[in-house]
């Protein structure tokens, strides 16, 4: 609803069964979701993986949240136990583990700059996921709204923003207005 107040032209796509990123798509949101349930179609679909690849990799802005970000890794655990590759644009692994990881609400600050925020900058989010990464990120610091729980995550530099947390965007809209820019090549 946002990118649309913003004049954004959505195109939707499935990971799944579509071969490519549409065209013309000047950035890519990948939400969340559960790849994990679909670890080995996901897996299959080796034009899709390497569309959304070769995008990023060629400076397209992104936007990954929690399912989102497993899609990026180099290879996701499935619900059996077994590895699949998947974009291999982030070299980690990510894995199943045993109990919630990092469940509730959060706010991220922002550690530096990046094409989305400005260091120090905060947004809202919510996490709640049964899967880990090898590379989480450094981007921002979460923290809890009580106690003194915090730790870093999140992927924040050119044209990226990728992470577990699943971003309350409507509490800060200034990074979806600079990714708006950033696909359309504005400064």
């Keep these: 609803a946002l990118l649309s107040r913003y004049g954004a032209e959505l195109l939707f796509f499935s990971p799944l069964h579509d071969k490519a990123l549409p065209d013309g798509a000047q950035g890519l949101i990948l939400p969340g979701g559960y790849p994990e349930l679909f670890a080995r179609e996901l897996s299959e679909n080796v034009s899709m993986r390497e569309s959304v690849k070769t995008a990023i990799e060629n400076g397209m802005p992104s936007l990954a949240e929690c399912g989102g970000f497993l899609y ?68 921002f610091t979460a923290k809890k709204p009580t106690g003194n729980r915090s730790w870093t995550c999140m992927h924040a530099d050119a044209n990226r923003l990728w992470g577990f947390p699943h971003l309350f965007y409507e509490s800060n809209p200034k990074p979806i207005e600079r990714f708006l820019r950033a696909c359309a090549r504005e400064d």
């Design 72 to 139: 990026l890794h180099r290879a996701l655990e499935d619900m059996q136990g077994t590895f699949y590759p998947m974009c291999g644009v982030l070299d980690a692994q990510a894995v199943r583990t045993e109990k919630l990881s990092r469940f509730g609400y959060v706010t991220l600050f922002a550690n530096g700059d990046g094409t989305f925020f400005k260091a120090g900058e905060s947004i809202r989010a919510h996490e709640f996921h049964y899967y880990e990464s090898e590379d989480c990120g450094a981007g």
